[in-house]
């Protein structure tokens, strides 16, 4: 069984960013856990209510196939978090198949891990700014991969990146 940890900001991820790629990784037999800055119930910039069920330093890479990130207003300031930053550089040293969405891929960006690596994200100067600090290699796609790494730029691609993570994981 494949298993997947979506990431979530504890306040204002983007409901169809999450409800979309999380059930076609479930209707693909995939095991998700939800993970956050805390246990409490989380709340989508849309309503959507979510039960985190791990904190997001306490995440082993070694236990998923693939780490997922999810966008929304919130989601950027996971980007300042030390145990968000180490968990992506861990998970990239261990070969594991990473995804964002949104806003999210500028996360990516941050921790390091898209250097010389194609990526899209939710098209605005400053996330765009935040890509090309990172050395990554912008491109103005809905869903971009580039060896193990997958991210798509927002709501209106949340089909095909969850689409594009379950082929990854086949």
């Not at 409901?15 to 209707?27: A, F, G, K, V, Y």
């Not at 960006?109 to 098209?123: C, E, F, I, S």
């Not at 869903?143 to 927002?154: C, E, P, R």
């Amino acid at each position: 069984m494949k298993k997947a940890v979506l990431i979530i900001a504890h306040r204002d991820f983007r409901d169809e960013e999450l409800r979309i790629p999380l059930q076609i990784l479930r209707d693909n037999s995939v095991i998700c856990i939800i993970a956050s800055t805390s246990l409490d119930m989380a709340k989508g910039s849309l309503g959507m209510e979510m039960q985190p069920g791990i904190l997001i330093r306490d995440i082993d890479p070694e236990d998923y196939d693939v780490i997922i990130f999810i966008g929304g207003p919130g989601a950027l300031a996971l980007a300042e978090r030390e145990d968000v930053l180490r968990l992506l550089r861990s998970a990239e040293k261990k070969k594991k198949i990473l995804a964002a969405i949104c806003i999210a891929p500028a996360i990516f960006a941050k921790a390091g891990v898209l250097k010389g690596k194609k990526a899209t994200v939710w098209k605005s100067d400053e996330s765009i700014s935040i890509l090309k600090e990172g050395k990554a290699i912008f491109v103005d796609k809905p869903v971009v991969v580039d060896g193990l790494i997958v991210t798509a730029n927002g709501p209106q691609a949340a089909e095909e990146f969850g689409k594009q993570i379950v082929g990854m994981l086949e």
